[in-house]
């Protein structure tokens, strides 16, 4: 079974531009979470995702925005960037039913540098 | 809001012994998880174990167990015979019930294994 798959790995881009970051979940999952990870902040949620539909949002600017798809998949997308948008985005799905386990399973992230 | 804390921001074992990391937690809540999860260099984020808080039976994964105490709220991990593969950041994390995929991290701890 595949596992998360985050694309791009790695991209660099300048302040102002924008950003789309994409995640295929596991097949059959069907929330998807993403997750910002910096050496000061740690690991922040951003948002989450189920049936297409926002469930729950961190505390970030409307700069940070996603959408999920009918397949599961999903993108997020950031405006504007700022050097403090450097960060490695996490994604991570599940199995969002009464009988799972709880468990949360991650990508490899991908690593955005903002100059 | 849940919040969670590791205190030790670094730990170091020699390898073979046995190593315990902290790990406490903040919640209103009756029902909830606790997981640790593992970063290695590679940034994968993978489980190391989980533990339901209904249940009243520490959680034993191989090598690795957890001693929770939900009075205290506290989760800490202790790993058995440590291996130079158990060398990454570990991080403790709560999610609520059901309905809510949410994880909150802790800070993380890094284990280094000494050969």
């Known amino acids: 079974k595949a596992g998360v798959t985050q694309t791009p790995r790695y991209l660099i881009k300048t302040r102002g531009q924008q950003v789309t970051l994409s995640c295929s979940p596991i097949?059959?999952?069907?929330?998807v979470s993403w997750y910002q990870q910096t050496p000061g902040q740690g690991l922040q949620f951003l948002f989450e995702?189920?049936?297409?539909?926002?469930?729950n949002k961190g505390n970030f600017p409307g700069r940070f925005s996603g959408r999920q798809f009918s397949n599961s998949r999903s993108e997020m997308n950031v405006s504007t960037l700022e050097l403090g948008d450097s960060a490695l985005y996490l994604c991570?799905?599940?199995?969002?039913?009464?009988?799972?386990?709880?468990?949360?399973?991650f990508g490899e992230g991908s690593r955005l540098t903002v100059l | 809001a849940q919040t969670v804390t590791q205190s030790q921001p670094e730990m170091s074992v020699q390898e073979a012994e046995t190593v315990t990391l902290s790990c406490t937690y903040d919640?209103?809540?009756?029902?909830?998880?606790l997981f640790w999860y593992k970063q290695p260099p590679s940034r994968q984020m993978i489980l190391v174990i989980r533990q339901e808080a209904y249940k009243q039976q520490n959680a034993t994964e191989n090598r690795f167990s957890v001693n929770f105490q939900k009075a205290a709220k506290s989760f800490s991990l202790k790993i058995s015979d440590s291996q130079l593969g158990d060398a990454a950041m570990y991080f403790c994390a709560y999610r609520g019930d059901f309905g809510n995929e949410k994880l909150t991290f802790g800070t993380g701890t890094r284990l280094t294994i000494i050969p």
């Open positions: 919640t209103s809540e009756s029902d909830y998880y």
């Open positions: 991570a799905s599940s199995v969002p039913t009464s009988a799972n386990t709880g468990e949360l399973f």
């Open positions: 097949s059959g999952h069907r929330s």
């Open positions: 995702y189920f049936s297409e539909t926002q469930r």
